[in-house]
């Protein structure tokens, strides 16, 4: 059946017209603000409001078009997909160059059958949005069927012997796809753990910090809350109940969205491909090739450091654009996002083993803390003095409390810090009073080093140093800051091949 021209699924006139009232979400706000401040009486006030809705309107038609006529297929051991309204595009993708096919489900998918599924390649992709969930079942099966059967095809060619060669026939005929091995599974009880414990409430403090000033600027806020506020006669004890009211329930909510998030992780590996899966609203399905790895990524928070648990995920590369994936942040996939750490070290060990999780020397240089705290201190006093001799003269609390709080984070990100080399690895701890995140990255998926110096530092023979690794399509840049002169030169000469200097 896919060999033959595909349509997507009808629900994908429902995705097109809800991206497209996503994409034009503000101006559609604004013009019914205008409506409603201003009314119906006056035609000239209405031109811009029907000018929104009129290219809304378009551009949702234009999508359905493209839909209606998208069509994908098999044809040569090539997956191609064509679209297009005034004129026809198409692109193939080489079923042999695949390296991962993921999918994602919302609710409206789940409920009527339909799956995005993105097919990727280390160049370009694919993104059938929306296919039935049989289509993305035998379309995935037959990808990764194909792709064994061609790779060892490739090996049959290679001087086979006429034995070797009947045996290889045999074994494409009778191959069988590897079954998933479950290798991690959060439970209910870890998921709640990882919910409470998890900086959910910072998401929901953004989302209402941006409402409240959305309001506000639609109503005056004060206006209404003001005549309530006089009736009470302990004003202070008002306000720090209403803000403990909403730490709870914003530290509620945040959990509440990080228990959705990860409701049933699952971790398989059949042996080249790591699949995780999660989400309750939204079902997600990502896999990926062990050889696109570039690093490993640990991050802790401060309670969770404490109770021995961890999150690790991996640092990939791709190189497709995809419009409507529900996981923006393409270069970092979860891999176990709430395990004991031995536990996660062992289990990633036998997965991955090329990557080893080696420890760090942890400590900076000390000179380093009044290095990070001397420019910013200035520019506080810059603040800070003119304030307090003509306007408020106990803004000097407010300058102290600033100022302990970077003398506190320059601390502990010069003590806690730390780096160091191996044979073909290095690995980077980055610290800060709240979250601690290590870098784990072999030697050949560095991109480029850099070292930095400037006239000040440079007396003292202090430098910074980065390493790029590749992120998704881009790059993503770590390393360290106030370091010996003397330790960044030998990790770059270890990043050049030599081993004399390298620790």
């Given at each position: 059946?896919?060999?033959?021209?595909?349509?997507l699924?009808?629900?994908?006139?429902v995705?097109?017209?809800?991206?497209?009232?996503?994409?034009?979400?503000?101006?559609?706000?604004?013009?019914v603000?205008i409506?409603?401040?201003?009314g119906?009486?006056?035609?000239?006030?209405?031109?811009?409001p029907?000018?929104?809705l009129?290219?809304?309107?378009?551009?949702s038609?234009?999508?359905?078009?493209k839909?209606?006529?998208t069509?994908?297929?098999?044809?040569?051991?090539?997956?191609?997909?064509?679209?297009?309204?005034?004129?026809?595009?198409?692109?193939?993708?080489?079923i042999?160059?695949?390296?991962?096919?993921?999918?994602?489900?919302?609710?409206?998918?789940?409920?009527?059958?339909g799956?995005n599924?993105?097919?990727?390649?280390?160049?370009?992709?694919?993104e059938?949005?929306?296919?039935?969930?049989?289509?993305?079942?035998e379309?995935?099966?037959?990808?990764?069927?194909?792709?064994?059967?061609?790779?060892?095809?490739?090996a049959?060619?290679?001087e086979?012997?006429?034995?070797?060669?009947?045996?290889?026939?045999?074994?494409?005929?009778?191959?069988?796809?590897?079954?998933?091995?479950?290798f991690?599974?959060?439970?209910v009880?870890?998921l709640?753990?990882m919910?409470?414990?998890?900086?959910?409430?910072?998401?929901?403090?953004?989302?209402?910090?941006?409402?409240?000033?959305?309001?506000?600027?639609?109503?005056?806020?004060e206006d209404?809350?003001?005549?309530l506020?006089?009736?009470?006669?302990?004003?202070?004890?008002?306000?720090?109940?209403?803000?403990?009211?909403?730490i709870f329930?914003?530290?509620?909510?945040?959990?509440?969205i990080?228990?959705?998030?990860?409701?049933?992780?699952?971790?398989?590996?059949?042996?080249?491909?790591?699949?995780v899966?999660?989400?309750?609203?939204?079902?997600?399905?990502?896999?990926?090739p062990?050889r696109?790895?570039?690093?490993?990524?640990?991050e802790?928070?401060?309670?969770?450091?404490?109770i021995?648990?961890?999150?690790i995920?991996?640092?990939?590369?791709?190189?497709?654009?995809?419009?409507?994936?529900?996981?923006?942040?393409?270069?970092n996939?979860?891999?176990?996002?709430?395990?004991k750490?031995?536990?996660?070290?062992?289990?990633l060990?036998?997965?991955i083993?090329?990557?080893?999780?080696?420890?760090?020397?942890?400590?900076?240089?000390?000179?380093g803390?009044?290095?990070?705290?001397?420019?910013?201190?200035l520019?506080?006093?810059i603040?800070?003095?003119?304030?307090?001799?003509?306007?408020?003269?106990?803004?000097?609390?407010?300058g102290?409390?600033?100022?302990?709080?970077?003398?506190?984070?320059?601390?502990?990100?010069?003590?806690?810090?730390?780096?160091?080399v191996?044979?073909?690895?290095?690995?980077?701890l980055?610290a800060?009073p709240?979250e601690?995140?290590?870098?784990?990255?072999?030697?050949?998926?560095?991109?480029?080093?850099?070292?930095h110096?400037?006239p000040?530092?440079?007396?003292?023979?202090?430098a910074?140093?980065?390493?790029?690794?590749?992120y998704?399509n881009?790059?993503?840049?770590?390393?360290?800051?106030?370091?010996?002169?003397?330790?960044?030169?030998?990790?770059?000469?270890?990043?050049?091949?030599?081993?004399?200097?390298?620790s």
């Amino acid at each position: 059946m896919m060999f033959n021209p595909q349509k997507l699924h009808p629900i994908s006139y429902v995705s097109g017209f809800l991206r497209s009232l996503k994409e034009n979400v503000f101006p559609l706000i604004f013009a019914v603000f205008i409506v409603m401040t201003r009314g119906l009486d006056n035609i000239g006030d209405l031109i811009f409001p029907v000018a929104i809705l009129s290219i809304s309107l378009i551009s949702s038609v234009f999508k359905a078009i493209k839909i209606y006529k998208t069509r994908y297929w098999i044809e040569n051991d090539q997956l191609i997909m064509t679209w297009g309204v005034f004129s026809k595009n198409r692109k193939e993708l080489n079923i042999e160059r695949i390296q991962s096919v993921d999918t994602s489900q919302n609710i409206a998918h789940q409920l009527l059958g339909g799956v995005n599924l993105s097919v990727k390649t280390p160049s370009d992709g694919i993104e059938l949005d929306t296919i039935t969930k049989k289509q993305s079942d035998e379309l995935s099966k037959y990808i990764k069927e194909r792709k064994h059967k061609l790779k060892n095809k490739e090996a049959v060619e290679v001087e086979p012997s006429e034995n070797e060669s009947e045996k290889n026939e045999s074994n494409l005929a009778e191959y069988k796809p590897k079954e998933d091995v479950v290798f991690f599974q959060l439970s209910v009880k870890d998921l709640l753990k990882m919910s409470f414990t998890s900086g959910g409430i910072f998401i929901v403090f953004a989302a209402l910090g941006s409402l409240l000033g959305f309001l506000s600027q639609v109503i005056d806020v004060e206006d209404y809350i003001s005549p309530l506020l006089n009736q009470i006669v302990n004003l202070t004890f008002v306000i720090i109940s209403f803000v403990i009211l909403f730490i709870f329930i914003s530290y509620i909510i945040g959990s509440l969205i990080v228990f959705i998030r990860n409701y049933k992780y699952q971790l398989t590996f059949d042996g080249e491909l790591l699949t995780v899966k999660y989400g309750l609203l939204t079902v997600q399905k990502r896999t990926v090739p062990i050889r696109r790895i570039q690093a490993l990524k640990e991050e802790e928070s401060l309670f969770r450091r404490a109770i021995g648990y961890t999150k690790i995920s991996a640092i990939i590369t791709t190189d497709g654009h995809f419009d409507s994936n529900e996981e923006t942040d393409i270069g970092n996939v979860t891999i176990l996002p709430f395990m004991k750490k031995k536990e996660a070290y062992k289990l990633l060990e036998e997965i991955i083993p090329q990557f080893q999780f080696n420890s760090v020397d942890k400590g900076l240089p000390i000179q380093g803390i009044r290095r990070r705290i001397f420019i910013p201190t200035l520019i506080l006093l810059i603040a800070v003095v003119p304030i307090q001799i003509y306007l408020w003269s106990y803004t000097w609390i407010i300058g102290l409390v600033i100022f302990l709080i970077m003398l506190l984070f320059a601390t502990v990100i010069t003590l806690k810090s730390g780096f160091k080399v191996y044979d073909d690895s290095i690995v980077l701890l980055n610290a800060s009073p709240f979250e601690y995140s290590t870098i784990w990255a072999k030697r050949d998926k560095i991109l480029t080093f850099e070292l930095h110096e400037n006239p000040i530092i440079k007396r003292k023979d202090i430098a910074h140093f980065n390493i790029h690794l590749a992120y998704g399509n881009s790059m993503i840049s770590r390393g360290m800051r106030f370091i010996h002169k003397k330790d960044a030169l030998n990790i770059y000469n270890w990043y050049k091949g030599g081993r004399d200097d390298a620790s």
